[in-house]
């Protein structure tokens, strides 16, 4: 397995993913997940035996976003990576790609940045994605309902080691 940085080359297929994993992730278009990449703080593809497999893209404090989880955090810490959005292909699942997305994300930020920022969906539950961020020592800080009340989240912290 291969996590690295994001390409323009990979947009179609991150796209494609984002998008087929619909509720658990909001849709987006091209020139949006375009605009999101430019604006991240990190943006990584994870590919297994060549082959694409997942994405995540992170933002740091001050980006020009409108999410409301973004706003909330946004709104109690100063200096975070937001993880807005992680996703890997279904083929590959439980495959170990989502550690590896973290473990590369900790690599990362770790002695640059306090803490590591998420949501999971609690209405729609994803009891898979909220068993796996509490086995990586995230902790719940917060709740909030989103899209008009379609969804409840669960706001979470990781934080990160100082050096």
């Not at 323009?8 to 796209?15: C, H, T």
């Not at 020009?64 to 955090?73: P, R």
């Amino acid at each position: 397995m291969l996590v690295r940085t994001l390409q323009p080359s990979d947009l179609d297929a991150a796209l494609a993913l984002n998008n087929a994993s619909l509720p658990m992730l909001s849709e987006l278009d091209a020139a949006e997940i375009t605009r999101l990449t430019s604006i991240s703080a990190v943006s990584l593809v994870a590919e297994v035996d060549g082959v694409f497999a997942g994405f995540c893209i992170v933002l740091g404090p001050g980006a020009d976003y409108a999410s409301l989880n973004y706003q909330w955090f946004s709104d109690r810490y100063q200096d975070f990576a937001y993880l807005d959005r992680i996703t890997v292909d279904p083929t590959v699942r439980r495959s170990g790609v989502g550690r590896a997305f973290y473990a590369e994300l900790v690599r990362r930020f770790a002695g640059t940045t306090p803490v590591l920022l998420c949501e999971v969906n609690i209405r729609p539950r994803n009891e898979t994605s909220l068993v796996f961020h509490r086995e990586i020592g995230f902790r719940e800080v917060g709740q909030q309902d989103t899209d008009d009340g379609r969804k409840t989240v669960s706001l979470l912290e990781l934080r990160l080691p100082k050096g």
